[in-house]
């Protein structure tokens, strides 16, 4: 069974799983999603007082679902182009309807650039960049800037001093990583186990940790 509406599609393939394209491009299943909780947990457990995140994308939402987990959090803010997904959440198509009426939820149609240019300097403890397969893997090819220098220094901007900028990724991202370390004073690259299809693979985590006071570069 396929549900299609905008560029976002949503399959119940015939092992039970549910399988979310974009584009036409598969991001994800509900099977194999312990990267994307470990995104989360990540940065929970890497800062003293994470207050207010900004997540971008919603996709089946268990990132969300981590860091809502956590009682420290007061406020998230969540990016996501197709409005479909919380539709499909809200309509029960998709599990997710109670993430949505969190009221620490802030949910915006939007793209996540459009977003962060909107958001204040210092405002945020972190960023999870979860749109894509990965810098070298894009579901849209316009996301191509949000893995170049511009779009990074606005993240560091935004983020309070200490905050973290956090990318998924499919596969290591050496350009991306020599990128970040210009804006942001320590970024780490820590792989994450996963099974697919039976093998032992890895996805990948970069991360960029903001300085105290203002960003490194002009
Ligand atoms: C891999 S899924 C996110 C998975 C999510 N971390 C989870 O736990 O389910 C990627 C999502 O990002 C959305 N997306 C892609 N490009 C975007 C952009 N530029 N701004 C906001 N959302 C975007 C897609 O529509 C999709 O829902």
Redesign the pocket.
Known sequence: MEWRAG??ALRRRADGALE?R?GGVF??DDVE?SS??L?ARTMLDGLPDPRHVL??????????REILGDPRIKRVTV????PA?PAWMHDGMLPGADLLTDPRVDLRI????EVVDATERDDLDAILL????GPGYL??E??AE?YERPFLQRCADVLAPGGQLCV?SMAEAPELESAMQERFGRVETQPIPVRLQGRAESYWLVRGHGVAGDSLAP
């Open positions: 560029d976002a979310l974009v991001v994800m999603t994307e909780r995104l997540v971008g994308g919603l996709g089946l939402g268990y990132t969300l990016a996501e182009l197709e997904i939007a793209d996540v650039r979860d749109v894509d397969n579901v849209h316009d996301n949000l998924w």
